[in-house]
């Protein structure tokens, strides 16, 4: 079947630091990967997304490569700022099991200090 | 600003109650989804709608009821709920059943008393 694994949190950074969220992933057919974010009290934002391999996905400074030899699809920001404050989750949508499901990673949890 | 619309935002509901969630979009999208989130915990899938039509149920209790009047519009009618049942709703929708990405709207908070 498929999965996603992404790195436990919670993560807290001061602000202007680097940012990485590992996530790796199985699934049985040719996944497109995405991240959403979840602000609080909110619903789910698409961050961004990658259809196939090498595909680079980048929105509002995040960027993720979608990387087929090690199934990893790490998200990465060069600074982040206190609004970034958020649970991040890694997913995929996967043509194998024919119903193209999404299936999320557990999320993880970013909080950012002045 | 998100293009799915889940209303109400927040709902209280006694176990005997009978209510009803609604989620609109407008991007012209053939698949419309219900899913369930705990706090702390991934979104959780319900049901899906695919042109209109259920494709896919999650085994989710009879007390849970969905419907699609129109390719826009998605409800779920709840009738006798569970305490357990309290927990956010949310609505999304995508291109078709394929690997385009689902949009979500922000969701209904639900508390079962």
């Known amino acids: 079947g498929n999965s996603v694994t992404q790195m436990e949190g919670p993560v807290t950074l001061s602000e202007e630091a680097f940012l990485t969220i590992n996530c790796t992933y199985t699934a049985t057919g040719y996944p497109s990967l995405f991240w959403y974010v979840q602000y609080p009290g909110e619903g789910l934002q698409l961050l961004l997304k990658a259809t196939k391999a090498d595909d680079k996905g980048s929105n509002k400074g995040f960027e993720a490569t979608y990387r087929k030899e090690t199934t990893s699809f790490h998200l990465e920001k060069g600074s982040v700022q206190v609004s970034d404050s958020a649970v991040y989750f890694c997913?995929?949508?996967?043509?194998?099991?024919?119903?193209?499901?999404?299936?999320f990673g557990k999320g993880t949890k970013l909080s950012v200090i002045p | 600003d998100t293009e799915v619309t889940q209303t109400p935002k927040h709902l209280v509901m006694g176990m005997t109650n009978k209510k009803s969630l609604k989620c609109e979009q407008h991007m012209g999208h053939r698949a419309m989804y219900w899913y369930k989130q705990k706090a702390k915990k991934p979104p959780e899938l319900m049901f899906v709608y695919s042109y209109e039509k259920l494709s896919i149920n999650e085994s989710v209790p009879s007390r849970f009821s969905p419907e699609c009047p129109n390719s826009s519009l998605l409800n779920l009618h709840l009738h006798a709920l569970q305490p357990e049942d309290s927990a956010l709703y949310l609505c999304a929708s995508s291109q078709s059943q394929d690997n385009s990405p689902l949009h979500f709207g922000n969701g209904t908070r639900l508390t079962v008393t």
């Open positions: 997913a995929l949508r996967d043509s194998g099991a024919g119903s193209y499901q999404l299936t």
